[in-house]
């Protein structure tokens, strides 16, 4: 197997040669092989369009590998083709390709670009290259026929060349070639010739291609090699003797003997499957490196690597000269920055325009020495130039936070020619800052240039939400007097209605009275602040599936008191019900008095002491209740440094573009969103954030999504999912940095997926040790889940109810956090069935019995004398401690601690990621996914559902046989002594009083030593059929024959 690397073309490379130019060429490492590219001189956006072919030695280690790309400036003189000699080069970027991202074939490759990356941390790096990586299978099988072996009648001509001739270094090596090889080269010239074959940059990766290297020696050229055509799609003639050399310049080899080689067709190659641990990397972090310096970003911002920007802050001009012949002015800003151009929004008629806008370039991508500021006036055919400012960067000053502020100041425009204008002034403010700015979340970023529009600006700007307070709403319905039924000739059976926005329960039917008692209680999810009332409505069954109101009532949510402890009781009101005709503001408040009589007994509790939980127990990261005087002080500090992503899966590849990714992060209420970056698949984000710690058990959240409205789209398109990465705090070691690369895993119905990486660095800071470990022999919830506990399947109902409010609150954002993000960060969807998941939990089940097992399984090999030495140290022990029963529990727990000591080599080295194999998602079935990502209600043909529901009675019906086995081993122990069997229960109680006496009359300690060397006895002694015990066991009875 062999590794194509296609290197198309770079663009906008750092000038190196002194004269704004350079004289690039690209070097490609795999495996020790390196090979390189020729020299394109003086071009700043050269194009190679060459093919570099690597020998994979072991394919199933492919994804573990990394290809190194790096991108230099020939200093030396440049050969006749361009080759590039010399001895110096200048490093001008890199890029680093992981061995998962190689396609499979030439034909599923996409070529993409690859910002080049930083060698060190003051490397000047910038621009970015084409590249376009497949696999290649083996053109020349290993096992050939007789025929295939025949002699060629015509030897190929060796091309000797210098496979490095501007490196100025020799080649290396290969230290593992096998010493027997060297001394069996004793025939072979002292010079022995290399081959180099180039393959063009075609669509299949085949063909015949020669690469023309110069030569260092002056003479002939020689004919041209004949390079054999890695694959063939159709049925050709047998090609000419072809001589094939290794691509791997590292070894050098004579070339084999001429043979005529017929190539087969390329067999379809098993990818090796992806790497889903998570890798340990070791950024140039300020955190990581303990920097002592006075760098104030260092200090406070040490979690990401530093970027640079030139902010402009447009504020406001005056006194603008106007343009058009009416008089009118409708000016608008625009900052141009080399290629980069950003613009203000253009007011109308307006001389003194005041716009408040940031703008943000890059200092990676800054392609000019001046920065132009042009007032230009809106027109509908051509706008007009109405003056501008030219400043030179090499005078901006540089704003390092906490300091204020830069103040901006009037600058007076100038026309075309730098002259000065007699009217108009701009207010601006120029710096040189980072990404700690506080201007940075809301400025116009040159990473977003190519966004359309206002709107699909904003949606790619960093933002920090919040969700919105929750509360429990607890009515408690009792009574209703005097309802008056719209039939007075049959009896009413009513039922109250209340409904509190989405949310809508019913209380219990009450028939044949006028005056119901109802004694429900009903509980709902309230979100400050409380906009949305409570409607109770009153309705009288009067056919099946027909309510008709009778009776309605309006209650403001803030009518409700609010309890913190269950111990204080509110006292039951009394409201008079409005008719059903009337309107909210009428039926408010229910102290109107009018010839309408009905009344209605409630008690309404606004419950502080809970926590309402808005995501799943198993990973919430906010356990705080509702009341501010309850919650518990904070005991650390979360900091979460979003560095980048790489080897993205480009998710608008039929749209011609790769991915707009972003993400977003919660913890506890906070919800953090980073600034979208545009048409990359190695996102550089580099954004800090931090949050308050209140419990170490919570969970972290990260998420990395595609952005679907930076192009102008509608509103019901969805932003589509990358992966997540969750973290839990208490497996952090406090005031240590994480840096790792968490694998980005999305679940689809083809089958699970590797979509990318994400870099995150993680600190957890602790600030009250003595408090964090009292927290952990304190309740997990607050105290009013125990006192007033809520049901399972009630509490399950609120949780939906709330994770909806939140989705929807954030929804209204600007810019929104849409609900499909909140509802993949919140796993909206985790109740819904699926067979994956719960033959993931089976097997959870069975491995916490495995252990049980496991001890079942000594203690039974103790029992059988299979090794004799540690039986009868086994007996001394057990003698021991029955003589001495003081030393069994200081024994058990000095084993624990020895236990835990030893371990203690093994620890984690790195937070816990997803698991695939546990989670069952690699082995999963194909219908099984389909079925788990189907709606709710189904809508799959009804062939499939009955075939789903069959498969579902029959894995339903393994789970009822070992429930009811479960239950029959339980009830034969009730059936001891109840009689159910007269001669069981008998032989029990007579058993029972021979074994009272002998206890009795017989030391404690001598019935453990018989019980106790009775079952170690040599199975000399023992029989292989169950035991008498075990046999009257079996033998009781059971409910199960009383089952229909």
Known sequence: MKVAVEVADAADLMPKDGHGSASAFVEVEFEGQRQRTQTKQKDLSPAWNETLVFNVADPSQLPHRTIDVSVYHDRGRASSVGGGGGQHRYFLGRVRLSGVSVAPSAAEAVAQRFPLEKRGLFSHIRGDIALRVYALPDAFPSSTSPADTAPAPAPAVDLPIDPFPSVGEPAPVDAKEPKKKKKSSASVAPEESRLFHSIPASGDGGGEAVSQMSQAAAGPTPPPVAVASVAYTRAEPPPPPVAVASVAHARTEPPPPAAVVHIRPPMPLARPGPDFGIVETAPPLAGRLGYRSGDKIASTYDLVEQMRYLYVNVVKARDLPTMDLTGSLDPYVEVKLGNYKGTTKHLEKNSNPVWQQVFAFSKDRIQSSQLEVVVKDKDLIKDDFVGRLVFDLTEVPVRVPPDSPLAPQWYRLEDKKGDKIPKGELMLAIWMGTQADEAFPDAWHSDAHSASGQGALANTRSKVYFSPKLVYLRVQVIEAQDLVPADKNRPPNVALKVQLGHQLRRTRTAAGSANPTWGDELMFVASDPFDEPLVLTVEDRVAANKDEPIGRLVLPVSAAFPRTDHYKVVESRWYNLAKPSTSAEEAG?????????????????????????????????DLQPASKHLRKPSIGILELGILSARNLIPMKAKDGRSTDAYCVAKYGPKWVRTRTLLDTLTPQWNEQYTWEVFDPCTVITVAVFDNCHVAGSKDDVKDQRIG?????????????????????????????????ELHLAVRFTCTARVNMVALYGKPLLPKMHYVQPISVLHMDYLRHQAMMIVATRLARAEPPLRREVVEYMLDVDLHMWSLRRSKANFRRITSLLSGVGAIGKWFDGIRNWRNPVTTIL????????????????????????????WNYRFRPRHPPHMDTKLSHAESAHPDELDEEFDTFPSTKAPDMVKMRYDRLRSVAGRVQTVVGDLATQGERAQAILSWRDPR?????????????????????????????????????FRRKMPSVPFNFYRRLPAKSDMLL
């Open 589 to 621: 408040g229910g102290e109107k008095k009018d010839k309408f009589s009905s009344k209605i007994h409630l008690r309404l509790y606004l419950e502080m002491g809970y926590h309402v939980l808005d995501e799943s127990t198993h990973y919430s990261s």
């Open 724 to 756: 997540k990465v969750r973290i839990r705090l208490s497996t952090l070691e406090a005031d240590r940095v994480y840096t790792h690369l968490y694998p980005l895993l999305v679940l689809q119905p083809s089958g699970l997926k590797k979509t990318g």
């Open 874 to 901: 086994v007996h001394v022990l057990f003698l021991i401690l029955v003589c001495y029963p003081e030393l069994i529990l200081p024994t058990i727990f000095l084993y624990l601690f020895m236990i835990g000591v």
């Open 984 to 1020: 069981a229960t008998a032989i029990i109680i007579i058993l029972s009083l021979i074994v009272a006496v002998f206890l009795y009359v017989t030391p404690f300690q001598v019935v453990v030593v018989l019980i106790g060397m009775f079952l170690l006895r040599h199975p000399r």
